[in-house]
């Protein structure tokens, strides 16, 4: 495995699409401190391309845009726009490509990139569902990319270095993590019962109208809750094989998990929590104090393997009566990792807590860049 860690005298060339949008600034602010990775190249729309940054982003991050980021160029969304250079383009100096791209044009701009033979690490819903791509929330199913080799070996003509590997939906990343760590300690959950409260920033800029959020709470984010109920089989389920040896997600399959999410849009700026209710295929169900334990105690793979950006604490558990609150604790560990509270019986299912996930972090771009760091790790990006 040493042998695929980067160092400081030869960064990693990356992209980001989507580079003027909610997701694209956080990649920015995320990456312009990282160990291993250098900004490229950053895309956007048209008509952002050919202008300096720093004229087109309505930059919204408590830090100033980066030194050296607000003087590069825009580019287009194509793999051959921009400057000549080692017989491609300057997406092609690129051996990672980010992509918080609008979910309207990232199906057809993302797969143009991995038809190009690069690695794309993607935030938009397009290919969540494609049977042959990585639905990866890195503290959670890292395991699910031993299939690329397959997803590329499928794409035609057959790719030696590109794939895409798409990060969950940001309420969906969020609540999983919990849900794993109980499955990881007490086997199979049977049924969840999930209610939301996300942030504004969730729907981008310039997002929710503020007549509409102010002083008001809208119970309907189109599509979400029907994201958050597949997603989790996907993400909780193995990976199974065919007898042709066709690798295929097992959704979860062997011990069916019923999922039943209510969104809410509140005004909140950063930071969806979630109200939680599990029961678990075990008799007796472990007990609040025991899952409370559970939580505090998981580790995910993806520190043990070294990733630079993964949390120290995957899980805080608070034990204040009214905590996580999205202002007190969003930016904990640089909304790397979740905060959970209020674990408790839940008198219909079996225990119940909240969870909160800073939305634009761990639910967005964190997730993508450990997903990044992860594969350079396992050797999977060429
Ligand atoms: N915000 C969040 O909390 C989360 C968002 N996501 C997903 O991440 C993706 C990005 O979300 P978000 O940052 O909120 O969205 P924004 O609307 O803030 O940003 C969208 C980005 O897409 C670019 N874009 C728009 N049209 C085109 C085009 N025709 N060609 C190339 N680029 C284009 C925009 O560029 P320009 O400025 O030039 O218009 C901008 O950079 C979405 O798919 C979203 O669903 C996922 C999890 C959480
Ligand atoms: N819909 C989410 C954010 C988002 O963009 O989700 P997705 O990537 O699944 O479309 C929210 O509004 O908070």
Redesign the pocket.
């Known amino acids: 495995m040493s042998s695929h860690l980067p160092n400081a005298t030869q960064p990693i060339n990356v992209g980001i699409?989507?580079?003027?949008?909610?997701?694209?600034q956080r990649f920015i602010t995320l990456l312009s401190a990282h160990p291993w990775f250098k900004i490229h190249v950053l895309?956007?729309?048209?008509?952002?391309a050919g202008k300096r940054y720093s004229e087109?982003?309505k930059w919204k991050q408590a830090l100033p845009i980066p030194a050296g980021v607000g003087d590069m160029v825009v580019r287009?969304?194509r793999v051959d726009d921009g400057d000549v250079e080692e017989g491609g383009g300057k997406w092609r100096g690129c051996r990672v490509v980010f992509s918080?791209?609008?979910?309207?044009?990232?199906g057809p701009?993302e797969a143009s990139f991995r038809a190009a033979d690069l690695a794309v690490f993607s935030?938009?819903?397009n290919y969540r569902r494609d049977p042959h791509v990585p639905l990866i929330v890195p503290l959670v199913n890292p395991s699910h990319f031993s299939i690329i080799p397959q997803q590329r070996a499928l794409h035609s003509p057959p790719l030696q270095k590109g794939f895409i590997v798409t990060n969950a939906?940001?309420s969906t990343t969020g609540y999983v993590i919990p849900l794993c760590a109980l499955e990881k300690a007490f086997g199979p959950i049977e049924s969840v019962l999930v209610t939301t409260m996300q942030a504004i920033?969730?729907?981008?800029?310039p997002g929710v109208s503020a007549l509409d959020i102010m002083d008001n709470v809208i119970p309907y984010i189109s599509g979400e809750e029907e994201k958050i109920e597949w997603e989790t089989l996907k993400i909780l389920g193995g990976i199974a094989e065919s007898d042709a040896g066709l690798k295929t997600f097992d959704m979860h399959a062997k011990h069916p998990l019923r999922v039943s999410a209510s969104c809410n849009r509140v005004p909140v700026i950063d930071g969806h929590t979630e109200c939680v209710s599990v029961r678990f295929e075990r008799r007796p169900p472990p007990s609040p104090q025991q899952v409370r334990e559970a939580f505090a105690a998981f580790t995910p793979d993806c520190q043990a393997l070294g990733a630079p950006s993964a949390p120290r604490r995957a899980i805080v558990v608070h034990e204040e009566a009214d905590r996580p609150q999205p202002r007190l604790d969003r930016y904990f560990q640089d909304g790397a990792g979740v905060s959970v509270g209020r674990v408790r019986q839940c008198q219909v299912l079996d225990v119940k807590f909240v969870v909160l996930a800073n939305?634009?972090s761990i639910?967005?771009a964190t997730s993508s860049i450990i997903n990044a760091e992860i594969a350079v790790l396992k050797g999977i990006v060429g």
């Open positions: 699409l989507g580079a003027t949008g909610t997701v694209g895309g956007a729309s048209p008509r952002s087109v982003v287009e969304c918080g791209l609008d979910a309207d044009v990232a701009i935030n938009s819903k939906n940001c920033s969730g729907a981008g800029y939305n634009v639910g967005a």
